[in-house]
């Protein structure tokens, strides 16, 4: 009785799916905003005004108006939205939605925490529902964000909007430990949310990946994904894509670049760019403030704006993952008052995911680099952003101050601009950033540099990040693009080591070049970055510098300095030799011609023009100037060349022999060398009165050893144990002829 009732209520379901569908479609086509138009500036729907179907062919219009409700959406997205306390929509929703509806490509740009989010969750559940995508049809919708927690936060207003939805979807981000298992299932994943990286991991590796069926690419925070850090991730994944879908980009700074659109061949897409006419940048509730603090007050400064504010959650951004793991060590040590928390991109993944969701639950400082800077949305709750080292430019700033005053809520953030750095203030209120210069109170400052230098006198391994974070700092300004705001000539150096609690100052080679002309006391080394070899107060292993993995901010910067810096700036990298960067443009890659034919060799003149084959041998000038080649002279060269590699080939065989013999003579003496130590052991043991099962042991692993070691012949190991064993109570050179036999003997 009940299987033919739920076979039944299947088919009805699947009948009002499909009506459903045919609905909103027609919805959709009937109000379809014009292309370049702005729904926002159209006027709503009159309150009560129906909603949907009208009549057979007229429909409510859709673009212009304020709530989700109005627009031909799903009823399980509508569900979604709904339990999800979603009802009235942002202006980058009202302004794209519409657009997004109707299958159009976006470019959207709007101020950080105004809900781009769901501009973009939206479209790609409604789009596979209209297909009527099931697990059958495989990837139908890629989510690429720039970070791990981001792409793990879509995840979750994903599968919160989604809810009702029957879609698969996953997360696919690095650092995990479970990718064999991601590979098994891939494949049945509907959505795809994930980092490029990852996605390009299985992209590569995961066997009948495929996405040849996709209907919708999301980039989140698209200006960063479509910058040089990501270009060859993403270039590689765009290659493995239809070109025949719809694509969505959203970020707060968006590009407008025609070749990074050309990459993704958008097909006249639409500019949503709300807040364009907008008087400032950030967003309205958000209380901008900066200081001029020099960089040896820095942490003195930090240290009394935390002692300050004890019952808030104040977000702090440092440059590189070493100056964020010093001061939290540092600080923690220092017991502030207020619990401490540190996010970098060198930290385990989970790690990284704990602290981020503790973060949102707590008040709490979290020290961060550029990594928790975009998208990330600390449920609404940060109050304080604080820039303790300046950001590269204006974009990154807009980035990290975003991450308070979120969607309704208000935040400040303040941001500490050294004496050098003053020209980024001009930059930023040129943006329309509205940033207010104030004045520290320095009376209530509260120096923490002689408790520093207290601690490292103390810890071998504060001392040695103290270092670290020291040179990654000044490293960190030297490769910044923008000279006009940093300047690493500019800082006192001395101080500001001192400021750490540093006894010495470190040396530092990269600033060697930029220093000759110019005293500047203390000695900088340019080949070593020791810091003090006699003291050996602070050596640092080498390959800490020199061959350690870059940092995810930190790689970011320096392929931005290798693709985009003026000739200029790029030839001064060269010429220090100092990091990667430069060793990467040294760097030549060969490339092979695969279309030329094997055994072929290209000759090259004086001047690197490449010549016909054996023109260098046998060239003859024609009447008409063009080089020819006398056939005789050539074949004659091919017989003496033959004849020559014949005999190079004997010579080659003869030394090849000799070098083996020679070879085996030295292991055979290093054998028995062994073993008649391991005998004479033997009988000492046995003299003392060592137990059997010892000697048993040693027995048996030598005889492995020896098995494993030599040729299974059995017969030939007897006898050249007997040899060995006959070698013990020769001499020398005695034994040397008895293994030059046996090695003849093993030859023939
Ligand atoms: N229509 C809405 N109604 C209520 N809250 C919303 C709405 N849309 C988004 N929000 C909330 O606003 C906050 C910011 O949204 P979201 O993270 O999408 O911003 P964003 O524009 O992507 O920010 P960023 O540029 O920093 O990435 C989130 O907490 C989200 O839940």
Redesign the pocket.
Known sequence: MRRPKSKQFREKKRLSEVQEIELIESWVEFGKPQPGSNPLSLPPLPSGAPIGRIDENTFSAYAGSKKFDQLPLSQKTKDGLREA??T???D??RASLPHALCGRDILGA?K???????AFIIPVLEKLYRARWGPEDGVGSIIISPTRELAGQLFEVLKSVGKHHTFSAGLLIGGRKDVDEEKEHVNDLNILVCTPGRLLQHMDETPNFDCSQLQVLVLD?ADRILDVGFKKALNAIVSQIPKHRQTLLFS?TQTKSVQDLARLSLKDPEYVSVHEESVTATPNRLHQTAMIVPLDQKLDMLWSFIKAHLNSRILVFLSSCKQVRFVFEAFKKLRPGIPLKCLHGRMKQEKRMGIYSEFCEKRSVLFSTDVAS??L?FN?AVDWVVQVDCPEDVAAYI?RV?RTA??LSGGRSVLFLMPSETKMLEKLQEKKIPIQLIKANTKRLQPVSTLLAALLVKSDELRDLACRAFITYLRSIHIQRDKEVFDVMKLPIEEYSASLGLPMTPKIRFLKQKIRGKKVSGEYSLREESYDKEENLFQLPRESIFTRKLEDDEVDKVFLLTKETPHEEQDKATEIGDFSATRVLKKKKLKINVHRPVGTRVVFDDEGNTLPPLATLADVKSGDDSVQLDKDTVSKRYVEMREELKQHDKEDKLLDRERRKEKRMKQKMKLKRGRKEEEDDEREEDLSGSDGEATRNRANKRSKKYFDSDSDDAERRRDKDKLAIKADSISLAEQEELALKLLSSMHS
């Open positions: 306390k979603y009235k929509m942002t980058i929703q709007a950080t925490g105004s809900g781009k989010t769901l925070e707060a975009r998208g949305d609404k980035h975003g979120r969607y």
